[in-house]
């Protein structure tokens, strides 16, 4: 073999290397774009999850605080501690809402199983199926149901009984 023929089979070698190392180093490369890209949702669906039980846990707070609020006497509403009550519902509720949870609209709504717990069918001039009453505020988070609405349903208008002709 000459030393051209060596030269160019040494040139051809070194042009495979190289060629071999790129492929190589841009598949590591991929695979690790593809690491990172699978890491970041892992730890979005961990947060997800993790906001989801807290959520969950603080809504009985929430509705204790409603609760407290509704059934606080007229006479005492001016007070400052039912005052800083309200505030502190309030801000929990802001707190809430910038984390992304939303309260569902019910009442006036058809019933969907889908986002609301029938507790009672009562007689209504609305329409059969029709959310008529919210007993309890219903919560979502990123579309998941945190907390159904539990609620009342319209049967429609009591027939007259055959007593009343």
């Known amino acids: 073999m000459k030393a051209s023929d060596k030269k160019l089979k040494s040139?051809?070698?070194?042009?495979?290397?190289?060629?071999?190392?790129?492929?190589?180093?841009?598949?590591?490369?991929a695979e690790f774009d593809n690491y990172r890209k699978r890491t970041n949702e892992e730890n979005a669906?961990?947060?997800?999850?993790?906001?989801?039980?807290?959520l969950e846990?603080?809504?009985?707070?929430?509705?204790?605080?409603?609760?407290?609020?509704?059934?606080?006497?007229?006479?005492i509403k001016n007070n400052s501690w039912v005052i800083g009550m309200r505030a502190v519902a309030s801000q929990l509720?802001?707190?809430?809402?910038?984390?992304?949870?939303?309260?569902?609209?019910?009442?006036?709504?058809?019933?969907?199983?889908?986002?609301?717990?029938?507790?009672?069918?009562?007689?209504?001039?609305?329409?059969?199926?029709?959310?008529?009453?919210?007993?309890?505020t219903g919560y979502a988070y990123q579309d998941k149901i945190v907390r159904y609405a539990k609620v009342k349903i319209s049967k429609g208008k009591e027939l007259p009984s055959k007593e009343n002709k």
């Open 45 to 54: 669906q961990i947060s997800s999850r993790v906001k989801f039980g807290l």
């Open 93 to 136: 509720e802001t707190v809430f809402q910038n984390i992304g949870l939303t309260r569902l609209v019910s009442v006036g709504q058809q019933f969907d199983p889908g986002k609301h717990e029938a507790i009672e069918e009562v007689y209504s001039d609305k329409p059969i199926g029709e959310v008529v009453e919210e007993i309890a």
């Open 57 to 75: 846990e603080f809504l009985p707070v929430l509705d204790n605080l409603d609760l407290a609020d509704k059934s606080t006497p007229d006479e």
């Open 11 to 29: 040139d051809q070698d070194q042009d495979k290397q190289i060629k071999d190392l790129t492929d190589s180093l841009q598949r590591l490369q």
